[in-house]
C-alpha cells in the first residue's frame, strides 16, 4: 500500500554525505512505491522577528557596505548555490521549519503514515537543530504514525548526551516501533542509555544503491581522473601523505572541494569558498584510479565504485563510522591511523571485491528488508 512518508534528517547544506544519503533514502522508498517528502528542521532563532530582521539588515550592510571583501560575511546562498540546485532537482523538500511548535503543526496538516529518521548523525546532539525532535518529541504519544529509525547515527562510540538529554530521549525513543543504527557502536548506546536492546545494524542508506544508480546523476562521459581526494580536515600530515601517493602511483591529484572554506579563510574572493557540483564528487569517485579520503561517506562511494583506496581515520568526527562498515565488508586494512607512514602494498594492491560485493549485496538486502517489513 502506497504511503505517505516523511523522511526527517539533518539540514542540508554544505555536506555532500549528508545530502547524498537523503537522496538515497528517498529513491528506495520511492522506489517501493511510497510518496516521501524530506522535513527541512532548520535552527531556532530564539529571538523575537525584529530582532532578527535587525540582525540580518545589520549583516547585509556590513557584507555590501563596511566589509564586502571579508570572507566572513560572504553571503552563504552563493557558496551553496550548487548544492541548492541538486537539492532543488532531485530531493522532495519541505519549506523551512524552525520550531517544534511549527514541526507539530506541518505534521498536523500533512497527514503522514510514517516518519523516518535517518540517517547521517541524526542523534549526535551537538550536530542537531534539536536533539529531541528527532526522538519524534512534537508527535505525542497518542500519534498513530509509524516511526522508525533508519541507519540512525551517533557519529561516535562515545555517549555525548547530558543527563537530561539521555532521560528525554530514553523516554522518547520507547515509541519508536523499529530502530535501526549505523554503527556496531550505535547498538551498545541504543542498550545501555536509551534502554532499548532491540536495535539492529543496517548500511548507510548510500549503500542502498548501486554505482550505476550514481552514474546516472552524473550524466558525464567517463575519464580517468588519476588520484581523486576528498579532505574535510586538511592538515600538513594529510597533504604530505597524499603527495607522497600521488609520486608513488605517478598519478595527477583531483578533487572537487572549494579551494578555501569560511572555517579557514584565506582569499577575499567568494569564488574560492563555492562549492563545486555535487554531479562533480561522484564522477571523482566514479573515473579515478585511486582515492584517498579522510571522509565516512568518500569512503562509502569508494567502495560502491570498487576503487582501490585508503581512509585517513577522522578521530575528531568520529571513527566508529568507518570501523564498522569497513569491518563488515572485510577491509578493515584500508584504514589509516597514522599519517607519517604508508604501507605500499596498500597502494599498490586492489581490495578484493570478489569477497566485498556478495558481503555487500547480502547486506543491501537484509537492509532493504528492515523498512520493508516495518513500513
Not at 522508498?29 to 532548520?42: N, P, V, W, Y
Not at 542498550?191 to 548501486?210: C, G, Y
Request: with cysteine; glycine share 4%.
Amino acid at each position: 500500500m502506497k504511503q505517505k512518508i516523511a523522511i526527517l534528517t539533518q539540514p542540508l547544506r554544505h555536506n555532500y554525505g549528508g545530502i547524498i544519503q537523503n537522496y538515497a533514502l528517498q529513491r528506495v522508498l520511492e522506489d517501493f512505491g511510497h510518496e516521501t517528502i524530506t522535513i527541512s528542521r532548520e535552527y531556532d532563532n530564539p529571538h523575537s522577528e525584529i530582532k532578527v530582521l535587525a540582525s540580518k539588515l545589520k549583516s547585509f550592510l556590513i557584507r555590501k557596505v563596511f566589509q564586502p571583501n571579508n570572507p566572513r560575511y560572504f553571503d552563504s546562498s552563493r557558496i551553496l548555490v550548487n548544492n541548492k540546485a541538486f537539492i532543488k532537482k532531485n530531493i522532495n523538500l519541505s519549506f523551512n521549519i524552525k520550531s517544534t511548535a511549527a514541526l507539530k503543526n506541518y505534521f498536523d496538516r500533512e497527514n503522514f503514515t510514517a516518519v523516518v529518521v535517518g540517517s547521517d548523525q541524526v542523534w549526535r546532539p551537538k550536530y542537531s537543530p534539536n536533539i529531541f525532535n528527532f526522538y519524534l518529541d512534537f508527535l505525542g504519544k497518542s500519534s498513530k504514525l509509524k516511526k522508525i529509525a533508519y541507519a540512525a547515527s551517533f557519529g561516535t562510540e562515545e555517549w555525548e548526551y547530558s543527563y537530561s538529554q539521555t532521560n528525554i530521549c530514553s523516554e522518547l525513543v520507547q515509541q519508536f516501533d523499529a530502530i535501526s543504527v549505523r554503527e556496531d557502536s550505535g547498538i551498545n548506546l541504543c542498550s545501555q542509555h536509551l534502554n532499548r536492546k532491540d536495535a539492529v545494524l543496517v548500511l548507510d542508506p548510500t549503500l542502498l544503491l548501486n554505482a550505476e544508480d550514481y552514474s546516472q546523476l552524473i550524466q558525464q562521459p567517463k575519464k580517468k581522473l588519476g588520484l581523486f581526494t576528498y579532505v574535510l580536515d586538511e592538515s600538513e600530515e594529510k597533504l604530505t601523505l597524499i603527495d607522497r601517493c600521488a609520486k608513488q602511483l605517478n598519478l595527477e591529484v583531483a578533487k572537487n572541494q572549494s579551494k578555501y572554506t569560511k572555517r579557514n579563510p584565506k582569499s577575499n574572493n567568494i569564488e574560492d569558498y563555492i562549492k563545486p557540483p555535487i554531479e562533480g564528487w561522484l564522477q571523482g569517485f566514479r573515473d579515478a584510479e585511486f582515492v584517498i579520503t579522510d571522509s565516512f561517506h568518500g569512503t562509502v562511494f569508494s567502495i560502491i565504485n570498487n576503487k582501490p583506496f585508503i581512509s585517513l581515520v577522522n578521530r575528531e568526527r568520529g571513527a566508529s563510522r568507518f570501523q564498522s562498515i569497513l569491518k563488515k565488508l572485510g577491509l578493515e586494512e584500508r584504514l589509516i591511523y597514522d599519517f607519517t607512514e604508508i604501507n605500499l602494498e596498500l597502494l599498490y594492491s586492489q581490495p578484493n571485491y570478489a569477497e566485498v560485493v556478495p558481503k555487500l549485496d547480502r547486506l543491501r538486502k537484509e537492509s532493504k528488508d528492515f523498512l520493508l517489513k516495518n513500513l
